[in-house]
């Protein structure tokens, strides 16, 4: 709530302030049946920003768990695909990645995506080099005597992981998680290159129609400002819930 409200100020203060632009917020105010419209028309990319960003957020973390596992490993070979993987997706940007594959997967192998598709892959390949980063410094941030402990139980490798690394683990990447959906939600903005109906692309689609910039991309960023405040707040109470049944265990 405090950063809406800064946020709030800024605008009115920028409104008030300037003697050489005539803001005309009434293109983004539900007091006229215009403005309802545009706020209809630019709220229903909502539900494509969550939607992409929910899905690639779910594949990055199961991909990410999937790299980090190599990277634990006593092989050097795994390890060294590991940072392979890790070096070489961190080095591309995600705009380069989305338009390769929404442009490049058809030429290469011959595998059209429509551009929901080509976003969540893009963007869950992208995000998944850090995830696996997380994941990794998660796992090995777990004391060796848990490992020694689980392994005098005859554990296998994988009983191991399972019920006594990878819960502690999660406990301690959950912070790192949401920030990275954070990150996720915001460069979900990049699918509307592609065509993807988001947030950003409404609003692109509406200054071209009414020529009021300054005015709709204020409304996107309150759009995204209250849509990270909301993954905020539920990262943290998620932190509280599991740090709590820690303590009481």
């Not at 803001?23 to 028309?41: A, E, I």
């Not at 539900?47 to 199961?62: D, H, N, Q």
Request: charged share 15%; proline share 3%; hydrophobic share 55%.
């Amino acid at each position: 709530m405090r950063s809406l409200r800064i946020l709030a100020l800024c605008l009115l203060l920028a409104a008030c302030g300037s003697s050489t632009y005539s803001w005309g917020w009434y293109v983004v105010l539900p007091t006229t049946q215009q403005g309802t419209d545009n706020l209809r028309f630019l709220l229903s990319g909502l539900g494509w920003t969550v939607s992409v960003s929910l899905l690639a957020m779910l594949i990055s973390v199961l991909l990410g768990l999937l790299v980090a596992l190599p990277g634990i490993s006593e092989r050097r070979w795994l390890r060294l695909l590991n940072r392979g993987y890790v070096e070489i997706v961190r080095a591309v940007p995600v705009l380069v990645m989305l338009l390769w594959v929404y442009y490049g997967l058809p030429v290469v192998l011959g595998i059209s995506l429509d551009a929901f598709a080509a976003a969540v892959l893009a963007l869950a390949l992208s995000d998944s080099a850090f995830e696996a980063e997380i994941f990794r410094g998660g796992i090995q941030s777990v004391a060796r005597g848990q490992h020694e402990a689980a392994e005098a139980l005859g554990l296998s490798w994988t009983d191991k992981m399972r019920y006594v690394v990878l819960p502690q683990a999660l406990r301690r990447v959950l912070p790192p998680l949401g920030n990275q959906f954070a990150y996720m939600l915001k460069m979900s903005a990049l699918a509307s290159v592609i065509g993807l109906t988001e947030l950003t692309r409404r609003a692109n689609e509406l200054v071209v129609n009414v020529y009021r910039p300054l005015e709709i991309y204020s409304f996107l960023v309150l759009e995204y400002l209250v849509l990270i405040l909301l993954v905020s707040w539920l990262v943290r109470r998620v932190e509280r819930r599991l740090g709590s049944d820690e303590s009481r265990a």
